[in-house]
Every structure is written in structure tokens, then in C-alpha cells.
């Protein structure tokens, strides 16, 4: 399987860079892993008008032209919907079996993501009703998507 990251922005924080690295060195085994990092716009004032609109939809242009092309495309949006580790495997573990075997995961920015880049989805996830920094969601990700692969294969998961 091959999995997409496609995300807003950068890693800032060496704590996140190296918590990165360690869940892509673990997920080696399970599938081909790319991270692809968009531009993030710089979010103006609160309170000037359409200026949060125009943030989405210059990263949400940015991110619609980097989606791989036949990928099943999951944007995380707090509106989407909600799976335990185990149906999020039970997921990966069923688009595998109909022969999809392209990802792409969606993390926008500060602002969230366009509507455009959540129409042009395949499915909405979200992890929590919770909001989360989009740079620690990017972690979350790469965690539960270790989880699953060890849940596929049946493999026991420190707790």
C-alpha cells in the first residue's frame, strides 16, 4: 500500500520531527509512506473580512494539485466521521482487498481545510470533536496508522 501525507505546512517543533521519523521508520514495514508539505498561508487579523476564506482556498488550490492521481483521498475534518482503531484497520484492511492500494491523507492548516478539498474527498475522518494543532494531528495520524497495520497483521501493540 501506498500512503500520502499531504499536509499544510511544516514540522516546527523537534519534538514533532522526531516523533515523525520514528513512526515512519515503523511504518516501513507496512506500507510505502510520503510525506508531502504544502505552502501555509500566513493567517491575517482577526476580524478582516474574507481574509480566512482566501487562506483556504490558496492552500486548498495548493493541496488539490498535489493529491496522487487514483488515490483514495481521506480529509480529516472534525465533522467527519468517527472510527475505533480497530474499524479505522478494518478500513485500510477492506481498501486493500477492493484493490485500492493508493491513500492520501488530507491535514490542513490553522484555518482547516477548503470546501473544495472536502467535496473533492472520498471520505471525511475525524479523530476526535475535539480541535487539534494541525502539526500534532499529523502525529496522531502516523500513530494510528502504525496501530492499524499491527492490528491487520494481528501483531501485538505496546500499550
Known amino acids: 500500500m501506498h500512503i500520502t501525507l499531504l499536509c499544510v505546512g511544516k514540522l516546527r517543533e523537534d519534538f514533532l520531527r ?11 514495514p507496512y506500507a510505502r509512506l510520503e510525506i508531502v508539505e504544502v505552502r501555509e498561508e500566513v493567517l491575517p487579523p ?7 476564506e482566501m487562506v483556504l482556498k490558496k492552500e486548498g488550490e495548493r493541496l488539490l494539485q498535489k493529491i496522487p492521481d487514483k488515490s483514495f483521498t481521506v480529509a480529516l ?3 467527519g466521521v468517527m472510527l475505533t482503531s480497530g474499524e479505522f484497520a ?3 484492511q477492506n481498501l486493500g482487498i477492493q484493490g485500492q492500494s493508493r491513500l492520501c491523507f488530507i491535514i490542513g492548516g ?6 473544495t478539498v472536502l467535496s473533492n474527498a472520498s471520505m471525511r475522518l ?25 492490528i491487520i497483521r ?4 505496546h500499550r
Request: aromatic letters at 12%; charged letters at 25%; glycine letters at 8%.
Open 110 to 115: 490553522s484555518a482547516g481545510l477548503a470546501e
Open 46 to 52: 482577526a476580524g478582516e473580512k474574507g481574509a480566512v
Open 126 to 150: 475525524s479523530f476526535s470533536r475535539f480541535t487539534f494543532p494541525h502539526q500534532l494531528m499529523r502525529i496522531i495520524l502516523l500513530e494510528q496508522l502504525y496501530r492499524a497495520f499491527k
Open 18 to 28: 522526531l516523533a515523525q521519523t520514528e513512526y515512519v521508520k515503523r511504518l516501513q
Open 90 to 92: 478494518g478500513l485500510l
Open 154 to 157: 494481528g501483531e501485538k501493540y
Open 77 to 79: 475534518d472534525r465533522k
